[in-house]
């Protein structure tokens, strides 16, 4: 089946450090990623869509020039978080859509990274 | 603004019993909808998809869809304490890409053995 891998899975820094993290789609193609958020005892809140060879797009309130999104191939999108302060520590999950193919169905679905745990001291 | 909302929970129900998990959604033109369980500190795993109205079953899980009432819903039959975690509904986004999904908040599952 698809697979996503996100790298790293896990990164304390200091604040005003920046951060990039990989999701990375190992046995497909994936030209569209989505990178999203997730809080403590919150739900998955999208920040952008990453397209390839092109600018990613935004969701309102996401800082587009503090989560600098760049997605320069067809099995890899980067999230770099600029000048990380502790209220940017979160769990952060990238996911890519594919196809499962089957006998006479096939489905779209959307196949998710293990996510990455960010934490800015 | 599209929504989707679920029971925050905590749910709670004995090993062997049937859990319910209820979600609404706000975006009438939506055509697909989907459950995810996620373990604390792991990333969502899909577990039920629907598209049709009516019911969906699959092994213990069944899936609920009512478009006219913007309803869909999962039943765990004969839940377990692995069955513990978070799931979460997802509705994609009418009128863009079939990829887009909002997330409800998840409703707290746990399993009482």
């Known amino acids: 089946g698809a697979v996503v891998s996100q790298h790293p899975s896990r990164v304390i820094c200091k604040s005003g450090t920046s951060v990039k993290i990989e999701c990375r789609s190992l046995?497909?193609?994936?030209?569209?990623m989505f990178w999203y958020r997730q809080f403590p005892k919150q739900s998955l809140m999208l920040m952008a869509t990453?397209?390839?060879?092109?600018?990613?797009t935004y969701e309102q309130g996401v800082e587009k020039d503090k989560f600098l999104i760049n997605h320069a191939s067809l099995t890899l999108s980067t999230l770099t978080v600029t000048s990380a302060h502790p209220e940017d520590s979160s769990f952060y999950i990238c996911?890519?859509?594919?196809?499962?193919w089957g006998v006479g169905i096939n489905r779209d679905e959307q196949f998710f990274g293990p996510g990455t745990r960010l934490t800015v001291l | 603004q599209k929504e989707v909302e679920q029971n925050s929970g905590p749910l709670s129900v004995p090993e062997g019993a049937i859990a319910s998990l209820n979600c609404t959604y706000s975006?009438?033109?939506?055509?697909?909808f989907f459950w995810y369980r996620q373990y604390s500190g792991k990333s969502p795993e899909l577990i039920m998809f629907?598209?049709?109205?009516g019911d969906k079953e699959d092994g213990r899980f069944t899936a609920q869809l009512n478009k006219a009432s913007q309803y869909v819903s999962l039943l765990i039959r004969d839940s377990q304490p692995s069955d513990s975690a978070t799931y979460l509904c997802?509705?994609?986004?009418?009128?863009?890409?079939?990829?887009?999904?909002?997330f409800g908040k998840g409703t707290l599952l746990t399993v009482n053995p």
């Open positions: 629907i598209y049709s109205n």
């Open positions: 996911s890519a859509p594919g196809t499962v």
């Open positions: 990453s397209n390839e060879g092109s600018k990613a």
């Open positions: 997802a509705v994609n986004e009418s009128g863009g890409s079939n990829y887009k999904l909002t």
């Open positions: 046995d497909f193609q994936a030209t569209t």
């Open positions: 975006d009438r033109g939506s055509q697909s």
